[in-house]
C-alpha cells in the first residue's frame, strides 16, 4: 500500500482547531513542516479569515468551511488534524471523511480510532485510493535491551515538562539545523504528527508498553551507524500523571543528550492543575538521575533548553529566554523565533 508522498497535494481538516493549538496540533505541524503540498484547510469556525490571521503561519493557503468546498482546490488526499475529545470524530465531521471518499480521495487518520477498515468507508475505495492508519503497532517487535548504548552516534532525545510542550517542533527544527551544517543527521518519529509528515519511526502510543523501548531501540540499531546523530522525539513527560512513554524513549534510545522543552510560564500540568511543575534546575536533575538510574546507564546531560514562548509577545519572549538561560546555566532559545543554533554547542562540541 502506498502512503502519503511529497507529491500528493493534501486537504487538512480542521475544524474548530486552527485556533485552538492543542487541539489542531497535528495540522499545525503539517501546515509549518508537511513535504507535501497543502492546498486547503478545512474549518467552519474559520472559513471567512486567513490563514495568517488564525494561525500566525504565513502561507496562502485558503480556509474554506467543508470537504466539498475544498475539492475545488483539486487534493489528493484529506488528513485529519484535528485531535478530538476521546480520539473519535463526531458524526458531521466523519462523515466529511466519507464524503472525501466517495470523491476519490486517499484519508490520513492520525487519531486512536482506526477508520482503515471502517464499513462506511471501505466500499467506495478506488483501487489508487487507501486509508492510513498511523497509530498503529508495527510486527516483529521485541523487549530492550539498552544495545542502543554501543552506537557510534549521538543520540539526542527531547524531554519535556508536560505533553503539547513542543518536543515535536525542537526535534524538527534541530535536525533541519544540523542538515544545513552538512551534518549526518536524521530525525526519528514518535508520533502520528511526525510520522505523518514523512520521517521514519513508530507511533509510539500504539505499542504495547512491554515493547515500547525495543521500539525504539529498534529505530536506533536500524539508523545509528549510518548517521552521526539521531534526533528522538520525544514524548510525553516525566511530571505527567498520564503519560508513560518517555521511560522507554530513556531506555529504548539511551541518549548520549537530553534537550529539555518547556513552556514559558506554566506551572502546572495542563490537564492536571494540581499537579505542580517543579524549578526547572530540580526538572533537569530529575531526567539526569533517571536516564543514568543510579549508574546502571552512561551519565546524561541536559545541555539544552528549548523554551516555547508562542503566546508571549516579543519582548517578554525575551525577557523568558534571558531569565531561563541565567536560572540554569544553559543555552536557551525559542526555536521558532530564532531558530535552533543557539543549542547546538552543547551537542556538537
Same mark, same amino acid.
Given at each position: 500500500?502506498?502512503?502519503?508522498?511529497?507529491?500528493?497535494?493534501?486537504?487538512?481538516?480542521?475544524?474548530?482547531?486552527?485556533?485552538?493549538?492543542?487541539?489542531?496540533?497535528?495540522?499545525?505541524?503539517?501546515?509549518?513542516?508537511?513535504?507535501? *503540498? @497543502?492546498?486547503? =484547510?478545512?474549518?467552519?469556525? +474559520? %472559513?471567512?479569515?486567513?490563514?495568517? $490571521? #488564525?494561525?500566525? !503561519?504565513?502561507? *496562502? @493557503?485558503?480556509? =474554506?468551511?467543508?470537504?466539498? +468546498? %475544498?475539492?475545488?482546490?483539486?487534493? $489528493? #488526499?484529506?488528513? !485529519?488534524?484535528?485531535?478530538?475529545?476521546?480520539?473519535?470524530?463526531?458524526?458531521?465531521?466523519?462523515?466529511?471523511?466519507?464524503?472525501?471518499?466517495?470523491?476519490?480521495?486517499?484519508?490520513?487518520?492520525?487519531?486512536?480510532?482506526?477508520?482503515?477498515?471502517?464499513?462506511?468507508?471501505?466500499?467506495?475505495?478506488?483501487?489508487?485510493?487507501?486509508?492510513?492508519?498511523?497509530?498503529?503497532?508495527?510486527?516483529?517487535?521485541?523487549?530492550?535491551?539498552?544495545?542502543?548504548?554501543?552506537?557510534?552516534?549521538?543520540?539526542?532525545?527531547?524531554?519535556?515538562?508536560?505533553?503539547?510542550?513542543?518536543?515535536?517542533?525542537?526535534?524538527?527544527?534541530?535536525?533541519?539545523?544540523?542538515?544545513?551544517?552538512?551534518?549526518?543527521?536524521?530525525?526519528?518519529?514518535?508520533?502520528?504528527?511526525?510520522?505523518?509528515?514523512?520521517?521514519?519511526?513508530?507511533?509510539?502510543?500504539?505499542?504495547?508498553?512491554?515493547?515500547?523501548?525495543?521500539?525504539?531501540?529498534?529505530?536506533?540499531?536500524?539508523?545509528?551507524?549510518?548517521?552521526?546523530?539521531?534526533?528522538?522525539?520525544?514524548?510525553?513527560?516525566?511530571?505527567?500523571?498520564?503519560?508513560?512513554?518517555?521511560?522507554?524513549?530513556?531506555?529504548?534510545?539511551?541518549?548520549?543528550?537530553?534537550?529539555?522543552?518547556?513552556?514559558?510560564?506554566?506551572?502546572?500540568?495542563?490537564?492536571?492543575?494540581?499537579?505542580?511543575?517543579?524549578?526547572?534546575?530540580?526538572?533537569?536533575?530529575?531526567?539526569?538521575?533517571?536516564?543514568?538510574?543510579?549508574?546502571?546507564?552512561?551519565?546524561?546531560?541536559?545541555?539544552?533548553?528549548?523554551?516555547?514562548?508562542?503566546?508571549?509577545?516579543?519582548?517578554?519572549?525575551?525577557?523568558?529566554?534571558?531569565?531561563?538561560?541565567?536560572?540554569?546555566?544553559?543555552?536557551?532559545?525559542?526555536?521558532?523565533?530564532?531558530?535552533?543554533?543557539?543549542?547546538?554547542?552543547?551537542?556538537?562540541?
Amino acid at each position: 500500500m502506498t502512503y502519503l508522498q511529497p507529491h500528493h497535494r493534501l486537504a487538512l481538516l480542521m475544524h474548530e482547531g486552527t485556533q485552538q493549538p492543542n487541539r489542531g496540533k497535528t495540522g499545525l505541524a503539517m501546515l509549518r513542516y508537511s513535504p507535501a *503540498p @497543502i492546498v486547503a =484547510v478545512i474549518d467552519y469556525a +474559520a %472559513a471567512d479569515l486567513t490563514l495568517e $490571521e #488564525v494561525t500566525g !503561519i504565513d502561507k *496562502p @493557503i485558503p480556509l =474554506v468551511p467543508s470537504v466539498q +468546498a %475544498a475539492l475545488a482546490y483539486g487534493p $489528493e #488526499v484529506l488528513a !485529519i488534524g484535528i485531535a478530538p475529545s476521546g480520539g473519535r470524530l463526531p458524526d458531521p465531521w466523519f462523515a466529511e471523511v466519507e464524503q472525501a471518499v466517495r470523491a476519490g480521495l486517499s484519508i490520513v487518520n492520525g487519531l486512536h480510532t482506526p477508520i482503515g477498515n471502517h464499513a462506511a468507508l471501505t466500499p467506495w475505495l478506488g483501487p489508487q485510493q487507501w486509508i492510513w492508519d498511523v497509530r498503529q503497532e508495527p510486527p516483529g517487535l521485541t523487549v530492550g535491551t539498552g544495545q542502543a548504548s554501543q552506537l557510534p552516534c549521538k543520540r539526542i532525545l527531547t524531554v519535556g515538562t508536560d505533553m503539547s510542550v513542543g518536543k515535536m517542533s525542537a526535534t524538527l527544527e534541530l535536525h533541519r539545523a544540523c542538515l544545513g551544517r552538512g551534518l549526518r543527521s536524521k530525525a526519528i518519529a514518535t508520533g502520528q504528527t511526525h510520522l505523518m509528515l514523512g520521517d521514519d519511526g513508530v507511533a509510539l502510543d500504539a505499542v504495547r508498553v512491554d515493547y515500547a523501548s525495543g521500539a525504539v531501540e529498534a529505530l536506533m540499531m536500524r539508523y545509528g551507524f549510518d548517521h552521526d546523530l539521531l534526533f528522538i522525539e520525544g514524548q510525553g513527560s516525566l511530571l505527567n500523571p498520564s503519560s508513560t512513554a518517555t521511560l522507554p524513549l530513556l531506555r529504548g534510545s539511551q541518549p548520549t543528550h537530553l534537550v529539555l522543552v518547556h513552556r514559558a510560564g506554566q506551572s502546572h500540568i495542563h490537564n492536571c492543575p494540581q499537579v505542580k511543575i517543579p524549578d526547572l534546575n530540580q526538572v533537569i536533575q530529575l531526567y539526569e538521575q533517571v536516564t543514568a538510574a543510579g549508574g546502571a546507564f552512561a551519565t546524561t546531560r541536559v545541555v539544552a533548553i528549548a523554551l516555547n514562548t508562542g503566546h508571549l509577545p516579543a519582548d517578554q519572549a525575551d525577557q523568558a529566554l534571558q531569565a531561563t538561560q541565567e536560572a540554569t546555566g544553559l543555552p536557551c532559545t525559542d526555536v521558532f523565533r530564532y531558530g535552533a543554533d543557539p543549542l547546538l554547542p552543547g551537542i556538537l562540541n
